[in-house]
């Protein structure tokens, strides 16, 4: 295998180097700021002004849609391409949504691309390609351990010429946003069926129909975590025509695997990001900072976090990369332990090294934006798509099964 980058990653990443540099990093204080004043005016969940305008500017430069391997759709890059660049827009929680390639947009556009009939692509995916509307996956219930997902209880019951859904769901990521346009809805269309991964079926659900309800907006350790966040939705009685079944009963599991391999990875690419990040904080911090008499990289244990940080970010990476290469030449199906590992690796390492990070900076770390809200993002991710512990079983289980064959 080979993780040279072509010329013409190369020359993306230098593109989109220079745009973080001169778009991205610079109006940080400002992003901040307008949250801030949304929260204050009493609505959180508004999109900031600052993230609408770079958009227009990421999409004039080519920097749009850069997540889509389709070319018709997207920028045509491989999983292995894709991550170097992933990575750098993860330097920055929220500019991966400047570049129209935010979750959970981005796997529902995956979905749209693999799974969507022509119709729907065009009330749905279109929109979405264009960032006009941004859309909510609705998979998690708070009533039953959803880390395994044939647990879901929410119905799809068919009635003539309409579906009728009704269930609740929680961590619903862009629930919230007012932008939020579609909910991609899992449940159960046959909870008879012997086979429990052919329960479950998929349906799109616009946003404004009746007997949707946001019941409220999750906190994350404590805060509100806008304005991306999550919301808790209840479906009652939900009535939409059967054409906004997606593939067909029963293949809901099926899209939902498609669906998080790719999910996946791109949370891993972007935690690289953030890692690297709290490591140049580092850097800087024991270059500058002095204590007890002298710089705080001249006390040993300062340079071994910086080691060992070093060490644990570039074993990510290695990872991250050889699963988007097994994506890329044997699919995701056949990666599964592949993408297993990074997510346990790489939530893992970044909340390590962005801990690190906070530690040396001692209070001033507690009170940074961006250590508290990385940390905050790479804890979550232990969970997100799956907990460690049921990727671990996974794994393991893929281990014994070499040897069982034997």
């Not at 209840?234 to 998080?260: C, H, K, S, W």
Request: some cysteine; charged content about 25%; hydrophobic content about 45%.
């Amino acid at each position: 295998m080979d993780f040279a980058y072509s010329p013409k990653v190369q020359a993306l990443q230098s593109r989109l180097t220079e745009f973080m540099q001169a778009h991205i990093y610079p109006n940080e204080a400002r992003y901040e700021a307008e949250v801030a004043a949304n929260r204050a005016a009493g609505n959180a969940w508004l999109p900031t002004r600052v993230v609408e305008e770079l958009k227009q500017t990421a999409r004039a430069a080519g920097l749009w849609n850069l997540f889509l391997p389709d070319a018709e759709h997207g920028a045509g890059l491989s999983n292995l391409e894709y991550a170097p660049l992933c990575e750098i827009m993860g330097r920055v929680i929220w500019a991966p949504e400047v570049f129209n390639c935010s979750a959970p947009d981005t796997g529902n556009m995956e979905v749209l691309v693999r799974y969507g009939s022509a119709q729907q692509q065009r009330d749905w995916l279109e929109p979405l390609l264009d960032g006009r509307i941004r859309s909510c996956f609705g998979m998690t219930e708070p009533d039953v351990a959803s880390s395994d997902a044939t647990n879901i209880t929410s119905s799809i019951v068919r009635d003539g010429d309409e579906y009728v859904i009704n269930g609740r769901k929680w961590w619903s990521s862009g629930g919230s946003d007012p932008r939020c346009k579609v909910f991609i809805f899992m449940g159960k269309t046959d909870a008879g069926n012997p086979d429990r991964h052919r329960q479950q079926s998929m349906i799109l659900i616009p946003r404004d129909t009746p007997g949707v309800t946001v019941r409220r907006n999750l906190p994350v350790f404590g805060f509100d975590d806008a304005p991306h966040g999550h919301a808790e939705i209840d479906f009652e009685q939900v009535r939409v025509p059967v054409t906004n079944l997606l593939l067909g009963e029963g293949r809901g599991f099926e899209i939902a695997q498609g669906r998080l391999g790719p999910g996946r990875i791109h949370h891993c690419m972007r935690l690289i990001g953030l890692a690297e990040r709290a490591l140049e904080m580092m850097c800087r911090r024991n270059l500058h900072r002095v204590v007890f008499g002298k710089a705080l990289a001249e006390q040993g244990v300062s340079l071994e976090r910086i080691a060992e940080a070093r060490i644990l970010i570039d074993q990510a990476r290695l990872l991250v990369l050889n699963a988007a290469y097994m994506m890329d030449t044997v699919g995701n199906k056949v990666a599964a332990k592949e993408i297993a590992m990074i997510k346990v690796a790489a939530p893992a390492m970044a909340c390590k090294v962005i801990d690190w990070a906070i530690q040396m900076f001692g209070g001033a770390g507690m009170a940074d934006p961006f250590l508290a809200s990385a940390y905050a993002a790479a804890r979550a991710l232990r969970l997100a798509d799956g907990p460690d512990e049921v990727h671990r079983n996974h794994i393991g289980k893929l281990e014994l099964a070499r040897y069982r064959t034997r």
